[in-house]
């Protein structure tokens, strides 16, 4: 299985998990989990893949499952699902497993279903005497605009950065989607045939987001400098998925709540990577199999511990406590459980690794001030005849 991370704690359970089926199915020699250390991972797979030295299973990213599944790369996993004993399909999310299926059938499975989440640094918005922003979630006044204005207050009083995405670079800019989401907002149409980058809910939301670096409620976006890191407790307001509380001590109080409310209401987003099993490769049956036993009940919930599931019965305060004990039972319920079954996911496209490049090089000017209508006219201008193909 080709894999994203090197986490040793992540392959020492995916191995733990290998070892039990291969104490079952003798046919089977081995399995290895091999990361791919390319700084751009789905260039070096499919580099692999296209270069005859082909995985027998791979984990994918959300932004490119419709490539790999509309391309043939991977192999339908539907029967052998169905039909393994004891797995229940039907106890998988269908929020979780719309992107991955096509036609009925499911061409992976969605191991990491890690909805979007804001930490806030009670100890800052003290020190700069602002409100407990927790007891205004459920109300109209939790939105991006109220939180905006007191992490430009954050700036102005301590100093310290006020609202910050850190996934968000000029190269990542989908992962400002749990922002634009509540915009209304989206890169393409549902079947990404059509730019919509310049119509007006993109166009206000990343005027928005203009003026708050400008007024400091954001960092400014640079090419070299990371963002401010919310571990350290310089950061009042972070943007961030379950994984980032492991990083998290007691140094400072801090908080965990859902996504604010945007012009368009809230919504809830998700980040998803999925393992499917290469068409090519030479063992197709045995690492379908493999996979219906990796991804089964039993396992799912021990993938759990770093991976947020994508089955209903595992989407519970026991499962969910186990994976992120620093959670209270309060935020993951509010943050995770209650957000999950309708979130939607980050932007993906059949042709994704061809157009994200084109978005980003045309969306540079609006990080340094520049027109954002002209810019994302421009993004759709270059965008469009690869999206339309």
Same mark, same amino acid.
């Not at 804001?118 to 100890?123: A, K, S």
């Not at 990404?192 to 809910?201: L, V």
């Not at 640079?222 to 007691?250: E, I, K, R, W, Y």
């Given at each position: 299985?080709?894999?994203?991370?090197?986490?040793?704690?992540?392959?020492?359970?995916?191995?733990?998990?290998? =070892?039990?089926?291969?104490?079952?199915?003798? =046919?089977?020699?081995?399995?290895t989990f091999e990361?791919?250390?390319?700084?751009?991972?789905?260039?070096?797979?499919?580099?692999?893949?296209?270069?005859?030295?082909?995985?027998?299973?791979?984990?994918?990213? =959300?932004?490119?499952?419709?490539?790999?599944?509309?391309?043939?790369?991977?192999?339908?996993?539907? $029967?052998?699902?169905?039909?393994?004993?004891?797995?229940?399909?039907?106890?998988?999310?269908?929020?979780?497993?719309?992107?991955?299926?096509? =036609?009925?059938?499911?061409?992976?499975?969605?191991?990491?279903?890690?909805?979007?989440?804001?930490?806030?640094?009670?100890?800052?918005?003290?020190?700069?005497?602002?409100?407990?922003?927790?007891?205004?979630?459920?109300?109209?006044?939790?939105?991006? $605009?109220?939180?905006?204005?007191?992490?430009?207050?954050?700036?102005?009083?301590?100093?310290?950065?006020?609202?910050?995405?850190?996934?968000?670079?000029?190269?990542?800019?989908?992962?400002?989607?749990?922002?634009?989401?509540?915009?209304?907002?989206?890169?393409?149409? +549902?079947? *990404?045939? *059509?730019?919509?980058?310049?119509?007006?809910?993109?166009? +206000?939301?990343?005027?928005?987001?203009?003026?708050?670096?400008?007024?400091?409620?954001?960092?400014?976006?640079?090419?070299?400098?990371?963002?401010?890191?919310?571990?350290?407790?310089?950061?009042?307001?972070?943007?961030?998925?379950?994984?980032?509380?492991?990083?998290?001590?007691? *140094?400072?109080?801090?908080?965990?709540?859902?996504?604010?409310?945007?012009?368009?209401?809230?919504?809830?987003?998700?980040?998803?990577?999925?393992?499917?099993?290469?068409?090519?490769?030479?063992?197709?049956?045995?690492?379908? +199999?493999?996979?219906?036993?990796?991804?089964?009940?039993?396992?799912?919930?021990?993938?759990?511990?770093?991976?947020?599931? *994508?089955?209903?019965?595992?989407?519970?305060?026991?499962?969910?406590?186990?994976?992120?004990?620093?959670?209270?039972?309060?935020?993951?319920?509010?943050?995770?459980?209650?957000?999950?079954?309708?979130?939607?996911?980050?932007?993906s496209s059949p042709?994704?690794?061809?157009?994200?490049?084109l978005v980003s090089?045309?969306? $540079?000017?609006?990080?340094?001030?520049? $027109?954002?209508?002209?810019?994302?006219?421009?993004?759709?201008?270059?965008?469009?005849?690869?999206?339309?193909?």
């Amino acid at each position: 299985m080709a894999v994203w991370s090197a986490n040793k704690d992540h392959l020492a359970l995916f191995d733990k998990i290998a =070892e039990g089926y291969l104490a079952d199915n003798s =046919e089977v020699n081995s399995i290895t989990f091999e990361t791919i250390t390319n700084q751009d991972y789905i260039a070096g797979l499919t580099t692999r893949i296209a270069g005859g030295n082909v995985p027998d299973l791979a984990w994918i990213p =959300e932004a490119n499952a419709p490539e790999f599944i509309q391309s043939g790369v991977l192999a339908d996993l539907t $029967d052998t699902f169905k039909s393994a004993d004891g797995y229940n399909l039907d106890d998988l999310l269908p929020s979780a497993t719309a992107l991955w299926e096509k =036609e009925g059938a499911l061409y992976a499975y969605p191991f990491s279903n890690s909805p979007f989440a804001m930490y806030v640094n009670r100890d800052i918005l003290k020190a700069a005497g602002q409100p407990d922003v927790s007891a205004l979630v459920g109300t109209s006044e939790y939105t991006w $605009d109220t939180i905006a204005d007191i992490a430009a207050a954050v700036k102005a009083t301590t100093g310290n950065s006020g609202l910050v995405v850190p996934s968000f670079s000029p190269t990542t800019w989908d992962n400002l989607t749990p922002l634009w989401a509540s915009w209304g907002a989206a890169p393409w149409t +549902d079947d *990404s045939t *059509s730019c919509t980058f310049s119509k007006p809910a993109m166009v +206000d939301f990343l005027s928005w987001f203009q003026t708050q670096t400008d007024r400091g409620a954001m960092p400014a976006v640079t090419t070299v400098a990371q963002n401010p890191v919310f571990a350290t407790g310089n950061v009042a307001f972070s943007v961030a998925q379950l994984s980032a509380s492991g990083a998290l001590d007691d *140094s400072f109080e801090w908080d965990f709540l859902p996504l604010p409310a945007g012009p368009d209401g809230k919504q809830g987003v998700i980040g998803q990577a999925g393992i499917g099993v290469v068409a090519k490769s030479k063992h197709v049956d045995a690492s379908t +199999d493999f996979l219906a036993y990796f991804t089964n009940a039993v396992n799912s919930e021990k993938l759990a511990t770093y991976f947020p599931p *994508s089955r209903k019965s595992l989407m519970n305060i026991e499962t969910l406590s186990a994976a992120a004990p620093k959670l209270s039972e309060g935020q993951i319920q509010s943050a995770i459980i209650d957000v999950v079954p309708d979130a939607t996911v980050k932007a993906s496209s059949p042709v994704y690794s061809r157009v994200t490049g084109l978005v980003s090089s045309a969306l $540079d000017s609006v990080w340094t001030g520049g $027109d954002v209508a002209a810019a994302t006219s421009a993004v759709c201008n270059a965008a469009q005849p690869v999206l339309g193909r």
